[in-house]
């Protein structure tokens, strides 16, 4: 089913790092786009939140947030929290430490003091580069960052007009281990990007069915599984009652194969990859009697 993994594949996790309002929330999406945005949680990933998973055909970044840094760590909390912050990076395979350009301040400063005692690989992102005018004032900044640190790169980028993101995610790329993918398969995915699917998926099936739409009808992505060069999504369309399920597939499939199709270039669209699509109808009996089924559907 899965396409051979290329011998020079690169997998592993990257932490975004910096002090607050740099841009990293913008940045990771830029880099990942929500339309790519696949959260795995497995056990050995309890210390990291995975908050993106990039799959290019090359490589694969798994985006990982650290908790706040807090410089007067005196309560067991805050000390505590410092703790939890320093073993997320000490487990990430990079660190990226966003700053914002033409700054440099002591938060920024406690930011870095952390990535050098974790002993990680740093690449610098310099982020809000739109704001310089003109570009070339950048540069002696960019020669005062290389003196603070041994960083693998320093790369410039704007998060909010999307500049330069693709070097960066090539950058990252290049510094992660050789190795297959983290995640094959998208065994959980992100609940927002399931219910949009879904809901596409609901459009076209009630286009098709001009208000015949049976009552109880619902539809469930049962399984996202990112591929390098593909997202295979797997969805059941539930109906509450045997008889419906002939309405919903139509005369010798068609109905259901004209659904599928619209759904599948509706969604290559919407997320801006190739989607491969398998629908089933299924029958629930009686599943609106159950609070179970109900929460299972995201109907709560
Ligand atoms: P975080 O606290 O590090 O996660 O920062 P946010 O992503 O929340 O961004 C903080 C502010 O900076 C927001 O108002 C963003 O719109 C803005 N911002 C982020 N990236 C850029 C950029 O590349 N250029 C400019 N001009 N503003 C940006
Ligand atoms: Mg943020």
Excluded: C
């Excluded at 990039?54 to 005196?74: K, S, Y």
Aim: positive net charge; aromatic residues 4%; without cysteine.
């Amino acid at each position: 089913m899965s396409t051979p993994t290329p011998p020079e594949f690169r997998s592993g996790f990257a932490a975004l790092v910096g002090r607050p309002n740099v841009g990293k929330s913008t940045l990771l999406n830029a880099l990942v786009g929500e339309k790519l945005s696949i959260v795995t949680p497995r056990p050995q990933t309890t210390r990291h939140r995975i908050r993106g998973v990039l799959t290019t055909p090359e490589a694969q970044i798994a985006f990982v947030d650290t908790p706040g840094l807090h410089r007067h760590a005196r309560r067991a909390l805050n000390k505590a929290m410092n703790r939890t912050a320093t073993a997320a990076l000490e487990d990430a395979d990079l660190v990226v430490l966003v700053v914002e350009a033409m700054r440099w301040t002591s938060e920024d400063e406690l930011a870095l003091e952390r990535i050098v005692r974790s002993g990680r690989a740093a690449i610098a992102a310099v982020n809000k580069i739109d704001r310089v005018r003109p570009r070339e004032r950048l540069l002696p900044y960019l020669a005062e960052l290389a003196t603070r640190h041994a960083f693998l790169a320093i790369v410039p980028v704007s998060a909010l007009k999307s500049d330069n993101i693709g070097d960066l995610r090539r950058t990252i790329a290049a510094h992660l281990p050789l190795s297959p993918p983290l995640f094959p398969h998208g065994e959980l995915t992100d609940r927002g990007l399931a219910f949009r699917i879904a809901e596409l998926i609901r459009e076209k099936l009630t286009l098709e069915l001009n208000q015949e739409v049976p009552y109880g009808i619902a539809v469930e992505v049962e399984r996202l599984t990112a591929e390098p060069d593909q997202l295979i999504v797997d969805a059941a369309i539930w109906v509450d009652r045997a008889g419906q399920k002939p309405i919903v597939i139509g005369a010798h499939g068609e109905r259901l194969k004209r659904v599928g199709r619209a759904a599948r270039l509706a969604l290559n669209a919407m997320l801006g990859r190739r989607v491969h699509l398998n629908l089933w109808v299924k029958v629930r009996e009686n599943w609106a009697d159950n609070a179970r089924a109900l929460r299972e559907l995201g109907v709560e």
